[in-house]
T-cell receptor
Framework: GDSVTQKQGQVTLSEDDFLFINCTYSTTTYPTLLWYVQYPGQGPQLLLK?????NKGISRGFEATYDKGTTSFHLQKASVQESDSAVYFCALDNTGNYKYVFGAGTRLKVIA | NAGVIQTPRHKVTGKGQEATLWCEPISGHSAVFWYRQTIVQGLEFLTY????????DSGMPKERFSAQMPNQSHSTLKIQSTQPQDSAVYLC?????????FGAGTRLSVL
């Protein structure tokens, strides 16, 4: 079945550090790939979404590129801020019906 | 736009009691989803409705769990005879223009 792997359970950075969160996926087709962010006490909210048509997503300074060759969709940000502290989920949508498969999540803690 | 509204935010039940969770999707959204979130399993798909009709309930435990959408303005998730392993955050989401919008969730604690 479809799966999404995020191996980094927690990442701790200082403000202005570079962020890289690893995400790989496994599926039989070319899915839509997404990153969601969840702040404490809130539900996940869409950060960015990429389809096979556009390959790269950019939002609020975050960037992710769809790499079919390595089946990866890593999340990057050049300079993190304390307000970026949250849990980040990678997800794939292989059905077009929003029955997403989520990764385990990566908790980002940014120290001022 | 108030977003997806879930009530209650927190629910505590005793083992064996029934729990009903409510969701009000964003007005105009045609699809409603239920997910469950735990530390161990992460975010798990449970079920979804489109235009109030049940489309896919493949993630729902076969016993004790049921979901309904009696009208376009609300959906319910009912858990009968709750067990400690049902403790989780239950998230409702609605969709429009290929984007899923989640509510803040209901944290269910079964003692």
């Amino acid at each position: 079945g479809d799966s999404v792997t995020q191996k980094q359970g927690q990442v701790t950075l200082s403000e202005d550090d570079f962020l890289f969160i690893n995400c790989t996926y496994s599926t039989t087709t070319y899915p839509t790939l997404l990153w969601y962010v969840q702040y404490p006490g809130q539900g996940p909210q869409l950060l960015l979404k990429v389809t096979t048509a556009n390959n790269k997503g950019i939002s609020r300074g975050f960037e992710a590129t769809y790499d079919k060759g390595t089946t990866s969709f890593h999340l990057q940000k050049a300079s993190v801020q304390e307000s970026d502290s949250a849990v980040y989920f990678c997800a794939l949508d292989n059905t077009g019906n929003y029955k997403y498969v989520f990764g385990a999540g990566t908790r980002l803690k940014v120290i001022a | 736009n108030a977003g997806v509204i879930q009530t209650p935010r927190h629910k505590v039940t005793g083992k064996g009691q029934e729990a009903t969770l409510w969701c009000e999707p964003i007005s105009g959204h045609s699809a409603v989803f239920w997910y469950r979130q735990t530390i161990v399993q992460g975010l798990e798909f449970l079920t979804y409705f489109r235009n109030q009709a049940p489309i896919d309930d493949s993630g729902m435990p076969k016993e004790r769990f049921s979901a309904q959408m009696p009208n376009q303005s609300h959906s319910t998730l009912k858990i009968q005879s709750t067990q400690p392993q049902d403790s989780a955050v239950y998230l409702c989401a609605s969709s429009s223009q290929n984007t899923l919008y989640f509510g803040a969730g209901t944290r269910l604690s079964v003692l």
